[in-house]
């Protein structure tokens, strides 16, 4: 049974009470005398310290607003002074050093001098670890890749290289291209490396694929210039053996187009390119040429006539006979005859030489014969007695491409003791050409148009 409290335990109690409030109080007083004790110990030291610091960290701890306090609680004024008199009691203790008491910067400085072989050997096995991590780290990554061989796949279809590539574990790198023969599209055309060589599993392989051609029809070529198409083609297909267009002799004919123009072409437009074509054309030579006079050639010595060919603008052609008694040896003896006297430039003219026989050779414009006797003194002034025995004489023959205007040819003669001089200058359009020569035995002639060789004989 629970005994009631007496007066005196009452009393005693509330003495106590009183007394921890009066302890309390009394403890509130001496917290307030140290702080006060240590706001003026730290103005003091603010202003030897450094009052820049302070002023600094002074406006983040002013409240924004003073409320004032009717009930007598803290206002917020002062809950804002207790943290900063905390914050300034911190940034006192830093300054003074005291952060760092018991810290000894000698005693680490002579632990480190009396530990540095430990620390040496420490950091080089460090490293060698390191260096073994790294090697094992390589040969993981490279280890387990069996040498294959690459399989020849070049002709395949793509899917077929592509299966093949796959089974021998290498992966490839395609490429695309055109290609020159028809049927290629999305063929292997060629690869790297070739088959047959041993590489590890994993290894790239290159291989080149066909777009297919490029031109896969025959194009429209009528009005544009032959100088042009021929160009485009050979730039489309330079460098290939076997090019899929190709132009063949074109054929010439006057129109008021201008030179060069194609008028025709053969196949036509749209045909498919399924094996080499050889394209066709009908290409003007210009507009009605102007007309040229036609000269009197009979009687003239084969000097004068070549002369005369690197002046006009007429085409000589040449055909000879071994010269009768009743003949002067070397000069022309015929000439095709016209109902006018004038002729469109580069019309063809016919001349009938009479060649010397074997021991009549020519010099010049003059006729030299190995034996003069028997004869006057007029018939044979300008002639020379010499050796005529290694000359020979006739007609050189070529045929060369047709031109759509006149280009330059020149026939020139080597002899065998060396040197080289000119027989012949001359306008032509191309076809047969024919020259009169007559050169020791053993010459070489050589004809050239544009500085391209057209034609070569030994003569005999």
């Not at 006192?92 to 680490?108: D, Y």
């Not at 054929?251 to 080499?276: H, K």
């Not at 603008?313 to 022309?332: N, P, Y």
């Not at 003219?349 to 006057?376: E, K, Y």
Request: aromatic letters at 8%; a negative charge.
């Amino acid at each position: 049974m629970r005994k009631s409290k007496t007066t005196e335990e009452i009393d005693e109690s509330k003495t106590k009470k009183t007394s921890a409030k009066a302890s309390g109080k009394t403890t509130t007083a001496k917290t307030a005398a140290k702080i006060a004790a240590k706001k003026s110990s730290r103005a003091k030291k603010t202003v030897e310290a450094g009052p820049a610091f302070e002023t600094a960290f002074e406006p983040a701890f002013e409240p924004a607003f003073e409320p004032e306090s009717e009930t007598g609680h803290k206002t917020v004024k002062e809950d804002f002074s207790s943290l900063k008199d905390k914050f300034l009691m911190y940034k006192e203790l830093i300054m003074s050093k005291k952060f760092f008491k018991g810290i000894s910067f000698t005693s680490l400085e002579e632990t480190f001098q009396q530990n540095i072989p430990a620390f040496l050997i420490y950091t080089v096995v460090l490293f060698l670890l390191m260096g073994i991590t790294c090697f094992g780290i390589f040969f993981y990554a490279n280890k387990g890749y069996e040498e294959v061989m690459v399989p020849n796949v070049t002709g395949k279809n793509l899917t077929r290289a592509l299966l093949e590539m796959q089974e021998k574990e290498l992966y490839p790198k395609l490429q695309l291209r055109y290609s020159n023969l028809p049927g290629e599209a999305g063929q292997v055309i060629s690869q790297s490396p070739k088959e047959g060589t041993i590489v590890k599993a994993g290894r790239r392989i290159t291989l080149v694929v066909s777009r297919g051609v490029m031109i896969d029809h025959v194009g429209n070529y009528i009005g544009s210039n032959i100088d042009m198409v021929k160009n485009s083609l050979d730039a489309l297909y330079g460098g290939t053996d076997m090019p899929l267009l190709y132009i063949g002799h074109p054929v010439f004919r006057m129109d008021s187009s201008p030179a060069g123009t194609i008028l025709e072409q053969n196949p036509e437009e749209g045909t498919p390119i399924s094996t080499p074509v050889e394209l066709q054309f009908v290409v003007s030579s210009g507009p009605a040429k102007p007309l040229a006079k036609v000269p009197e050639l009979e009687g003239k010595t084969i000097a004068e006539v070549i002369a005369e060919m690197s002046k006009t603008k007429l085409i000589f052609d040449f055909i000879s006979h071994t010269a009768s008694e009743s003949e002067a040896a070397g000069t022309v003896v015929s000439q095709q005859k016209f109902d006018s006297e004038e002729l469109p430039e580069y019309s063809h003219v016919l001349l009938d030489i009479a060649l010397p026989s074997m021991n009549i050779a020519l010099s010049g414009d003059t006729i030299v014969a190995a034996n003069i006797s028997g004869r006057t003194e007029d018939e044979v002034a300008g002639e020379v007695s010499r050796d005529e025995s290694n000359f020979t004489h006739g007609i050189f023959a070529a045929k060369v491409e047709q031109y759509p205007f006149a280009v330059p040819f020149k026939l020139d003669a080597i002899p065998q003791d060396g040197g080289s001089y000119t027989v012949a200058t001359f306008n032509h359009i191309g076809g047969d050409i024919t020259v009169p020569y007559s050169v020791p035995r053993g010459t070489v002639l050589v004809l050239s148009a544009i500085n391209a060789e057209k034609g070569r004989i030994t003569v005999q």
